[in-house]
């Protein structure tokens, strides 16, 4: 049998990428992951040691030398720059990722020099395969070092916000590793001397340390960390995964008792290979890590294969904890921040958690220091500390006004509190000291946009970014939405051809195809090629309800009821609560003859949806007196 090397996820989900160079090693070929690429990046980081400022253990015969790697939450994502063939590149850290990635258009733009993979060989995600290849760049900059001839996996999912790939395991574990996420740092730890008995989370001072055994590795070369997890009593094995959001398989949550009808639906997921698994919520009374409980939870379950883990601790888990990772002693040492410990709870642990007693928050950053203000803003933001993110954000503004990468980060901090006008500002002043970069354009053209504020600056800024980025661009498929909503049908249209041509393989080329079916549909823009986009969007994804939404109105356009009956049952039998499936649905079974279904139908969207008529009309589906029978207008209107 073929091996398969498992991928971290990009965006939504990850799991585990297994060992790549035990895979090459099983063909007989160089394991170049475990000798070249590691040796030449401690060399790397040695260089970098003779300039950090070592720590020293509690153990006297103990020395902790430390390099630290800033680290920039957007949203919920960690993101590091590399310099890749001389060009400074945003990489998701991705402690789910076994092995180095980037996306065919980042090996693109780089110019990296391809092969194909070992032969039989397979790269998997969360979701599905990916079309991999193997890439070589020529020069990579790790920590102020040159590093020559790198390889990365090449054949990534687009993971948006500018990321153009994910840096793995395979960098983070020619160390120790230090989380601390909630200041904006990862830092690679090097013992010296005898660490036996050393007290490695240094910062911990009084705070409780919880210790966390890590699982038995399943290799030599297995780098993953894994850890034992109680749900409402029942054990599991989950993975840490900075490229993650906590969440629990589906298999997990029924061996722990949680039914189906306890889970409310959520939106269909995606990761770093091709096809989608449904998703959902659930609450979940415990949680236990270690010595720590936490309780009252909600809590993310996935259908997709995550092979021999059943759960995801993600980087809302690292935001809430400082952790030191132990390899040698195959342990973590973590301290708990203080407030809430996984993304979907929204609410602080009570007194009666025994969550409460590692209470610790963290310390502040220097008032002095720009960048350190900037990370740990970015990451109080992305732990929905707003109040606290603004404070440190406006300090780091007041010390370095004209610095654009702060307007830029407080920009998506004003958007976040529907601060709209100080957000404008805020991405002006940074696109006067740079006004080149393309996410400060998106962004401002997104907010000139939101009310029709300045569309004709919109529409420049947009028009700026076709002409300056290019073709195989990630940043393409959000201008084409924005192009559409400024009545710019064609110029979104372009865009959407454009990213679909470039990335042939991508996950999201689904939700892609079926925004051009739907622009086509509403505006009656070549109803043929709708069909077909909306057809291929269903190809990649049939479970997806707005998919077979958007092809039964397409079949209505096109004056085929039947067809669009099914789509719409489709999509029905997908999500029984569907106001818009219903809508159309009623005008299809009128034109095919069933008046007393479509009346049904007619009936039913309304109920669910007062304001159905309204949005439909607004869309372009404002039902004529020659589409639907006069009889069904009369009795609609009864």
């Not at 590793?177 to 005898?194: I, T, Y």
Request: proline residues 5%; charged residues 25%.
């Amino acid at each position: 049998m073929a091996p398969h090397i498992k991928l971290g996820r990009l965006g939504r989900i990850s799991r585990t990428l297994r060992d790549f160079a035990a895979a090459r090693a099983w063909y007989g070929r160089k394991p170049h992951v475990r000798g070249r690429l590691p040796g030449r990046v401690r060399a790397a980081v040695a260089a970098a040691l003779a300039l950090s400022t070592p720590l020293v253990a509690r153990a006297e015969r103990c020395r902790l030398e430390v390099v630290p790697m800033p680290v920039h939450m957007v949203h919920m994502r960690p993101i590091v720059t590399l310099g890749i063939n001389g060009i400074q590149v945003p990489l998701l850290l991705d402690t789910g990722a076994f092995f180095s990635v980037l996306t065919e258009a980042a090996a693109k733009q780089l110019q990296l020099k391809t092969r194909r993979m070992p032969h039989g060989m397979v790269v998997s995600g969360y979701t599905g395969d990916l079309e991999a290849r193997l890439g070589t760049a020529d020069k990579v900059e790790v920590l102020g070092v040159d590093v020559p001839n790198v390889e990365f996996i090449v054949g990534l999912n687009e993971p948006g916000d500018g990321v153009m790939g994910v840096l793995g395991r395979n960098f983070l574990r020619i160390a120790d590793n230090e989380f601390d996420l909630a200041h904006g740092v990862v830092r690679l730890a090097f013992p010296k001397g005898d660490c036996s008995d050393a007290d490695f989370p240094y910062w911990a001072g009084r705070t409780p340390v919880n210790v966390i055994p890590l699982l038995r590795q399943s290799s030599s070369n297995d780098t993953s960390l894994r850890v034992d997890v109680g749900i409402d009593g029942r054990e599991v094995r989950a993975e840490l995964d900075t490229g993650a959001i906590t969440s629990l398989s589906l298999n997990a949550a029924h061996r722990a008792g949680i039914a189906d009808a306890a889970m409310k639906p959520a939106s269909r997921i995606g990761g770093g290979g091709a096809g989608h698994a449904a998703s959902w919520t659930t609450g979940i009374a415990t949680v236990s890590i270690g010595g720590e409980t936490v309780r009252n939870n909600v809590m993310q379950v996935n259908d997709a294969d995550v092979g021999d883990f059943d759960m995801l601790l993600g980087v809302d888990y690292f935001l809430s904890h400082r952790m030191y990772v132990s390899r040698a002693e195959r342990k973590i040492y973590a301290t708990w921040n203080g407030g809430v410990v996984f993304a979907r709870n929204g609410i602080q642990a009570d007194d009666s958690s025994d969550e409460a007693r590692y209470g610790a928050a963290p310390a502040a950053p220097s008032a002095d220091d720009v960048d350190a203000l900037v990370r740990t803003g970015e990451a109080e933001l992305a732990r929905g500390q707003a109040d606290k993110a603004m404070v440190d954000l406006d300090r780091a503004v007041t010390l370095a006004p004209d610095n654009p990468a702060i307007h830029l980060a407080r920009a998506r901090l004003r958007v976040s509190r529907r601060d709209f006008a100080g957000a404008l500002a805020d991405v002006e002043e940074s696109l006067r000291s740079d006004p080149a970069n393309a996410l400060a354009l998106l962004l401002r053209a997104q907010l000139r946009a939101n009310g029709s504020v300045d569309r004709p600056g919109a529409l420049d800024d947009l028009r700026t970014l076709d002409a300056t980025l290019s073709p195989d661009s990630n940043l393409r498929a959000p201008m084409d939405g924005l192009q559409d909503s400024l009545d710019e049908p064609d110029a979104a249209l372009r865009q959407w051809r454009l990213w679909l041509s470039t990335h042939p393989h991508d996950a999201g080329r689904g939700a892609v195809l079926n925004s051009e079916c739907w622009l086509r549909v509403r505006r009656r823009l070549d109803l043929d090629r709708a069909l077909e986009a909306c057809k291929a969007a269903v190809d990649e994804d049939g479970d997806n309800v707005n998919y077979r939404d958007s092809l039964g109105w397409t079949y209505l356009r096109l004056g085929k009821p039947r067809q669009a009956v099914d789509s719409f049952d489709r999509a029905i039998a997908l999500r029984s609560r569907s106001p818009w499936s219903l809508f159309g649905r009623a005008q299809a079974k009128a034109l095919s003859g069933d008046a007393a279904g479509a009346r049904a139908d007619l009936a039913g969207a309304r109920d669910m949806d007062a304001h159905i008529d309204a949005e439909a009309a607004k869309a372009g589906f404002d039902p004529a007196p020659d589409v639907v029978p006069a009889a069904l207008a009369a009795s609609a209107a009864r």
